[in-house]
């Protein structure tokens, strides 16, 4: 008996040893990455949090501790308040937008019988391209004397905007931009997701009674598309609410802050100011945003997704 427990006992040790050294192997393994995240992702979010309850700038011998003065002087800060209305206006006309119409164009070409990887590239083409050297373009486009988009407008007789140089229209204007640069990245996710969808399922739908296009769309296509939407949704949300590029690029923020949003101002307090201190406050109460953003996001809309 004793020498059938041993032989039992054996199989056992051996099993556990080997689990062991799989487990030393895996984490050997992720140890690159496991060093890379804490020393670019951990630490500066630490060092973030331990700078916004300071007053230091850049450039000084010395700073102290402060509490929470940064974060009682933001809500009082014009600039900040200013710049988190227009990025919730930025983001409320471009995400949708992008969403939409990414939505849109990746389903023609799905239909598209012949030229889809034309068109796949017409349309990405913007997501490749640098926004700083796209600027050139855009400002030509919405110059308010020799732009092609005013003279379209004079045709028809009303009035040419200064579309990047007035207080009214210049965030709206980066919003048609931040949509124009941002269907492409959507289009390519949604044709991801389309490709994935079983024909037989519209054919079934079909059968069903599901005739119409708009019928198999609403029974079909946006259910099994429930994943994807909500990536793309998330996805959208975040690119708009960190845009930086077009709004430095240009307009630097103006007219008056009329385009200044939340990233640039951070920017501005952090490495133009050099108060590094309450810029990472802001940093702080900028991640505190999306951070709710995405779990009421997740809370609400993951409940309606369909895996």
């Known amino acids: 008996m004793a020498s059938i427990a041993a032989g039992e006992i054996r199989p056992i040790a051996s099993a556990a040893k080997h689990e062991r050294r799989e487990a030393q192997t895996a984490w050997l ?4 990455a496991i060093i890379l995240i804490l020393l670019f992702v951990l ?3 630490v060092a973030v949090l331990v700078l916004g309850f300071t007053d230091f700038e850049l450039g000084a011998g010395k700073f102290r501790f402060v509490g929470f003065e940064n974060y009682a002087e933001l809500f009082t800060d014009r600039t900040f308040r200013k710049s988190l209305w227009n990025t919730t206006v930025y983001t409320a006309i471009v995400a949708p937008a992008s969403i939409s119409l990414g939505l849109g164009v ?3 070409i799905e239909s598209e019988g012949w030229g889809k990887s034309v068109f796949r590239t017409a349309y990405f083409l913007p997501v490749v391209s640098l926004i700083v ?5 855009w400002q030509y486009l919405f110059h308010p004397t020799i732009g092609p988009i005013n003279a379209l407008i004079g045709l028809v007789g009303l009035p040419k905007p ?3 140089g007035s207080s009214t229209t210049a965030l709206y204007s980066l919003s048609i931009i931040g949509v124009w640069q941002t269907v492409g990245f959507n289009m390519v996710l949604f044709l991801a ?4 969808i079983p024909r037989e399922l519209y054919a079934a739908a079909e059968i069903d009674g599901a005739k119409s296009p708009l019928d198999r769309f609403l029974l079909v296509t946006w259910p099994m598309l429930g994943p994807t939407a909500l990536f793309v949704t998330t996805i959208s949300i975040i690119n708009a609410v960190k845009t930086f590029e077009t709004v430095k690029t240009l307009t630097d923020g103006g007219p008056n802050h009329a385009s200044e949003v939340l990233l640039f101002t ?3 307090e952090g490495f133009v100011y050099m108060k590094v201190g309450y810029a990472s406050a802001m940093t702080v109460v900028f991640l505190a945003i999306l951070v709710v953003m995405m779990f009421l996001q997740y809370r609400f809309l993951d409940r309606r ?3």
């Open 29 to 32: 393994l992720a140890l690159p």
């Open 43 to 45: 630490l500066p979010i």
């Open 106 to 108: 990746a389903m023609l």
């Open 133 to 137: 050297a796209m600027a050139t373009v």
């Open 162 to 164: 200064n579309w990047l």
């Open 193 to 196: 997701g389309l490709t994935a």
């Open 266 to 268: 951070i920017y501005q």
């Open 305 to 307: 997704v369909h895996y």
